[in-house]
């Protein structure tokens, strides 16, 4: 299904294109060196490019700390990048100036992981919407009414909870008020940071449902983060796999989670193949659990999965995998799925 949709959305008009988008934190590099006034940096998003057309659902996914909220925080401008360019809907949005954004930014709203990041703990539920859908134009008491009770509607929200405050809210109901705000406003883009972990599964389940619904009545795009695979594959059209600030895989999200091509995405998704289907992981690793410590700051030479790639270690150790003038580019193998491997695994 995942691969009809996303031919059908190859016609579709592109929405946002991000370029070569870094941003490099600076830490303090222990004691010593921080008496010293030292700092290193963290490469957190180190060279992403991708695009995303309308109606679309673009999976983000990669172990955590491998950069995926902060390219998020970045495209909605809560986080400034170190360099690259974010256009939406044909705007560079990293050149306006303020005023010209505040209308695109409108459109750009982020659900967060947080259930309560977005709900004001000491306002009614009925007076977090208000403030939402007058948050950029005036409206009078009545539309504002109308305007409400459309999107309780939306997402299946009883009105007996607008009197409600946040904390008397269920994880489930809170997180339908953060996605009415959110529609409230304006939202044409969405970026969803790990949308259900904080819920129980069967409250998940009816979240996933509402973003897909909601996103086939109003047009939306999303930009998927999570750590749950099962449910990434389920939602997105596309998938991008993301290691140590890098993409390393995108395309379509069957073959993705079906038929990786890079080894990282393929260990990735053997936890979840195993689950399925007692299935032996195509690389013969033995998962994420065989993975060793890494360190995030000092990512080595070449390809930054080599210290952890079966492939190079089966190969013999080939040194155009740690060559530093050889950091593997993402190569596109056709139909829209590209991957960053020297030595991509057999279709
Ligand atoms: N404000 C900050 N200052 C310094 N380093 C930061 C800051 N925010 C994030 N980082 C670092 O940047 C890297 C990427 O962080 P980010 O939150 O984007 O990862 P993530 O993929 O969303 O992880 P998770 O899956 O755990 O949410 C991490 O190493 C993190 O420690
Ligand atoms: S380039 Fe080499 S080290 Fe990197 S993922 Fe491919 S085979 Fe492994
Ligand atoms: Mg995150």
């Given amino acids: 299904m995942a691969t009809?949709?996303?031919?059908?959305?190859?016609?579709?008009?592109?929405?946002?294109?991000?370029?070569?988008?870094?941003?490099?934190?600076?830490?303090?590099?222990?004691?010593?060196?921080?008496?010293?006034?030292?700092?290193?940096?963290?490469?957190?998003?180190?060279?992403?490019?991708?695009?995303?057309?309308?109606?679309?659902?673009?999976?983000?996914?990669?172990?955590?700390?491998?950069?995926?909220?902060?390219?998020?925080?970045?495209?909605?401008?809560?986080?400034?990048?170190?360099?690259?360019?974010?256009?939406?809907?044909?705007?560079?949005?990293?050149?306006?100036?303020?005023?010209?954004?505040?209308?695109?930014?409108?459109?750009?709203?982020?659900?967060?992981?947080?259930?309560?990041?977005?709900?004001?703990?000491?306002?009614?539920?009925?007076?977090?919407?208000?403030?939402?859908?007058?948050?950029?134009?005036?409206?009078?008491?009545?539309?504002?009414?109308?305007?409400?009770?459309?999107?309780?509607?939306?997402?299946?929200?009883?009105?007996?909870?607008?009197?409600?405050?946040?904390?008397?809210?269920?994880?489930?109901?809170?997180?339908?008020?953060?996605?009415?705000?959110?529609?409230?406003?304006?939202?044409?883009?969405?970026?969803?940071?790990?949308?259900?972990?904080?819920?129980?599964?069967?409250i998940q389940a009816q979240i996933v449902n509402l973003l897909r619904d909601l996103q086939v009545r109003l047009g939306l795009s999303y930009l998927f983060i999570s750590h749950d695979l099962e449910v990434v594959e389920l939602v997105s059209h596309r998938v991008a796999v993301m290691y140590l600030g890098k993409i390393v895989e995108i395309g379509p999200a069957d073959r993705v989670a079906r038929a990786a091509r890079h080894p990282y995405t393929s260990i990735l998704w053997s936890s979840l193949v195993e689950k399925r289907s007692q299935e032996v992981p195509r690389t013969g690793g033995n998962g994420a659990a065989a993975w060793g410590v890494f360190d995030f700051e000092r990512p080595g030479q070449g390809c930054r999965f080599a210290p952890r790639c079966p492939v190079y270690e089966a190969t013999g150790r080939p040194a155009v995998c740690t060559d530093p003038a050889s950091e593997p580019p993402l190569r596109d193998l056709g139909d829209g799925h590209s991957v960053a491997c020297h030595f991509p695994l057999p279709r």
Avoid: W
């Fill in 4 to 202: 009809s949709r996303a031919t059908g959305r190859a016609l579709a008009r592109r929405l946002l294109e991000v370029s070569d988008l870094r941003k490099h934190y600076r830490a303090r590099a222990g004691l010593l060196a921080a008496l010293h006034g030292q700092t290193r940096s963290v490469p957190a998003v180190d060279g992403v490019s991708f695009a995303l057309t309308e109606h679309e659902t673009l999976g983000l996914v990669g172990e955590s700390g491998c950069g995926k909220t902060t390219i998020g925080r970045i495209i909605l401008g809560v986080t400034r990048a170190t360099s690259g360019r974010v256009v939406f809907d044909g705007h560079d949005i990293t050149a306006l100036p303020m005023r010209a954004l505040r209308p695109l930014r409108k459109q750009m709203q982020m659900i967060f992981q947080d259930l309560d990041a977005a709900l004001n703990p000491r306002m009614r539920v009925r007076d977090i919407l208000r403030e939402a859908i007058t948050l950029h134009e005036r409206l009078d008491h009545p539309e504002v009414t109308r305007r409400t009770a459309e999107l309780l509607d939306q997402v299946n929200l009883q009105s007996g909870k607008l009197a409600s405050f946040p904390h008397e809210l269920s994880g489930g109901e809170k997180r339908r008020v953060g996605i009415a705000r959110v529609l409230a406003v304006g939202a044409r883009f969405i970026v969803a940071d790990e949308p259900t972990s904080a819920l129980d599964v069967s």
